[in-house]
């Protein structure tokens, strides 16, 4: 099988790169650079020992991107590509929406063409937006979504549930991923996202490295119990797991169908520094700051489904997420 991944240089493309080749599957990357590197292509076949195409294009270069598919045999496409922060999306709803939305028309249009049809899509918890109760569950109603950001990942899993109804030809996995961190074990593959980090895990690590001076706390009086918000943080390398076996789970479904990835567990802002801290023995200093705009208190996964039905679930522990965000930082400095 030879799977075509959109934004193959990104944080959990590249990580879902290195769980596919290192199970004998093929692999065509592709990534505009926009949010990530070419060192992240070289370093993921530095893990894995095996070479592998890659293109660097932008979904949005129809002639470009049908090249990747005139050039290679694709079976499946794992789709990550897009952009995703959620202050910039506010910002520029016009880019979010042609960017992530125009660049999916593209990809679903080129693999009908090339009789591709089977597709997992990188979805998040955001689509839960913010009138459903804790757990989610994949079952509950999606939208209600806060941002641009968000809004995209809804409007494009309602297209593909249109599509697989439409269509009887496709194979969807739309995947619910929770709040990805942590790094590859190596610590040459990581989070680092261009300028300053709007999420907690970058956000921490740079304070513990002493480029940002402390982190600013969004909220200590939400009704969670140390006051901060609750998230529900899955090591990237499980949720890289997760992509191979929705991937391999999609010969036996029909149409579209939602896994959530998470561990199923909140942790606190609070619980996370602390963890950080013991993981890098450096100090994280940080205030207690006014919430952030559109911030839920808590939200984290039922996560059973993705247990039953794909055989997966997370392992790795908060300790393990924070050793191996710490030696991506260190690492990344020995490099340099
Ligand atoms: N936080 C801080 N300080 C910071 C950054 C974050 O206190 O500098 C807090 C937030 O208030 C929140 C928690 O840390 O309580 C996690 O925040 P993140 O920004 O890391 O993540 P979010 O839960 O806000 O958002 C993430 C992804 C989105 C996705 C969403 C839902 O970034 O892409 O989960 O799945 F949409």
């Known amino acids: 099988m030879r799977v075509l991944i959109t934004g193959s240089a990104g944080f959990i493309g590249s990580h879902t790169c290195v769980e596919l080749l290192e199970n004998g599957i093929q692999i065509v990357g592709m990534d505009n650079f926009v949010n990530s590197s070419p060192e992240a292509v070289k370093a993921v076949s530095k893990i894995t020992g095996k070479e592998y195409p890659f293109y660097d294009c932008d979904m949005l270069d129809e002639g470009a991107f049908e090249k990747i598919f005139q050039e290679n045999s694709i079976d499946a496409v794992i789709h990550f590509a897009g952009l995703k922060a959620v202050g910039e999306s506010v910002q520029k709803p016009l880019e979010y929406y042609h960017n992530n939305i125009q660049g999916t028309l593209n990809l679903l249009r080129l693999m009908r063409k090339y009789k591709v049809y089977k597709l997992v899509f990188s979805s998040s918890a955001t689509v839960y937006g913010m009138n459903n109760p804790i757990p989610y569950r994949e079952d509950m109603p999606i939208g209600g979504t806060t941002n641009p950001y968000g809004s995209t990942k809804f409007f494009i899993e309602t297209i593909l549930q249109d599509l697989a109804k439409a269509e009887p030809e496709w194979k969807i996995a739309l995947l619910r991923y929770f709040n990805p961190v ?3 074990a190596s610590g040459l593959i990581g989070e680092n996202p261009k300028g300053i980090p709007n999420n907690l895990m970058p956000y921490i690590s740079r304070v513990a490295e002493g480029t940002l001076e402390k982190l600013h706390v969004y909220g ?5 119990p140390d006051g901060t918000g609750v998230r529900d943080y899955i090591h990237v390398c499980d949720l890289a797991a997760g992509h191979l076996k929705a991937l391999e789970k999609l010969d036996d479904i029909q149409g579209a169908r939602a896994w959530n990835l998470g561990t199923g567990k909140g942790i606190s ?3 996370v520094v602390h963890a950080f801290e013991k993981a890098s ?3 994280i200093p940080y205030s207690i700051d006014p919430r952030r705009p ?7 996964a039922d996560a059973s489904r ?3 039905e794909l055989n997966w679930e997370a392992k790795l522990s908060l300790e393990t997420m924070c ?5 991506f930082i260190v690492k990344s400095q020995e490099s340099q």
């Open 220 to 224: 200590g009086d939400y009704d969670t």
């Open 323 to 327: 050793r191996d965000a710490w030696n």
């Open 269 to 271: 802002v609070l619980e």
């Open 306 to 308: 993705a247990k039953e």
């Open 294 to 300: 559109g911030d839920l208190p808590a939200f984290y």
């Open 182 to 184: 942590g790094a590859h």
């Open 281 to 283: 023995g450096r100090p």
